[in-house]
């Protein structure tokens, strides 16, 4: 299988069917430079416009509608020693009569060590002095062309996946995409050094990165919503407004993929599932809310 070293000279702010940018096997291992959601790059220059400016697409030989595309994250490497957040909640995560507490939202700079593995605030207030958060790298927009010629905003996601700001997309987990279009048509980008569940703030630490994935076709496997496995779990992720159809859609992704792969019937599945559900609500400030629902392998028959 070949390694290949991708930077983009186009960047994306919608998942569509883009003329593909790389063309590769199934097996293949990409390595590829992304920039932050606002467009700037591990220079500072800014190459692309917000929102989440995609790398890609690229192009999965073999890969044809009803198939599923397996993206396994290899390795998620910081290329800029800075990066940015918003500085105060999202209005919508807390009680309307909150919100006048806070000042007007402005952008803030972070400071990345990456040899140490921490992230603190350049100017920070005097109680957060002494503070920082450890660096653990997600991606937080990915995904594949959807269906009927759309090309939807890197904003948002779906069943293509998109802009799910999920903080168990890092290195290690292998995900995978419902493939709707010829070639899957893969993106990414949006990398976040950190970020909190449900993204409360409107983002993680945005920051360029260059990220290796390996892709690989599952040829008769389809799926409808995205899946992902790591080393302890199995998980589906729902996209969708309000956050009890995220959550039915993962939900009932997880309850197809007992059924489908482990032998279970509806009750036995519901049994499983009862009692080893555990959600992460992992986004609720973009235009699709994003829930994961997960399951623990020891957990299954």
């Not at 994306?12 to 992304?34: E, K, Y």
């Not at 490497?77 to 309307?96: A, E, I, K, Q």
């Not at 207030?125 to 997600?138: G, I, Q, R």
Request: net charge negative.
């Amino acid at each position: 299988m070949t390694t290949h070293h991708f930077t983009p000279t186009a960047l994306h702010n919608t998942i569509g069917s883009h003329s593909p940018a790389l063309t590769i096997a199934s097996g293949d291992t990409v390595t590829a430079a992304t920039a932050d959601a606002h467009g700037f790059d591990f220079r500072g220059e800014k190459i692309g416009e917000r929102p989440n400016p995609m790398t890609g697409p690229f192009f999965i030989e073999g890969a044809e509608p009803g198939d599923t595309l397996l993206i396994a994250i290899r390795d998620i490497r910081m290329t800029r020693p800075t990066g940015w957040t918003f500085d105060v909640l999202s209005p919508n995560v807390v009680d309307p009569n909150a919100v006048q507490r806070f000042p007007e939202r402005r952008k803030t700079e972070w400071l990345i060590d990456a040899q140490k593995g921490r992230a603190r605030l350049a100017a920070p207030p005097p109680s957060l002095a002494k503070w920082s958060v450890a660096v653990e790298p997600m991606i937080g927009c990915f995904g594949v062309a959807p269906d009927l010629g759309q090309a939807i905003s890197t904003a948002t996601s779906g069943r293509h996946g998109g802009n799910m700001d999920y903080r168990g997309f890092k290195a290690g987990v292998e995900v995978m995409f419902p493939v709707a279009v010829r070639g899957a048509l893969f993106f990414l980008g949006d990398v976040h050094a950190q970020q909190c569940d449900g993204e409360i703030v409107g983002t993680g630490i945005e920051t360029a990165a260059e990220v290796t994935f390996t892709a690989r076709v599952l040829k008769g496997s389809k799926i409808g919503w995205p899946r992902g496995l790591n080393e302890t779990e199995i998980f589906t992720i729902g996209n969708a407004r309000p956050l009890d159809q995220a959550l039915q859609h993962a939900t009932t992704e997880m309850l197809d993929w007992l059924m489908a792969d482990y032998g279970l019937d509806a009750v036995a599945a519901s049994h499983v599932m009862g009692q080893c559900v555990r959600y992460d609500v992992a986004n609720v400030f973009n235009p699709a809310y994003s829930v994961v629902c997960r399951v623990a392998r020891d957990a299954l028959p």
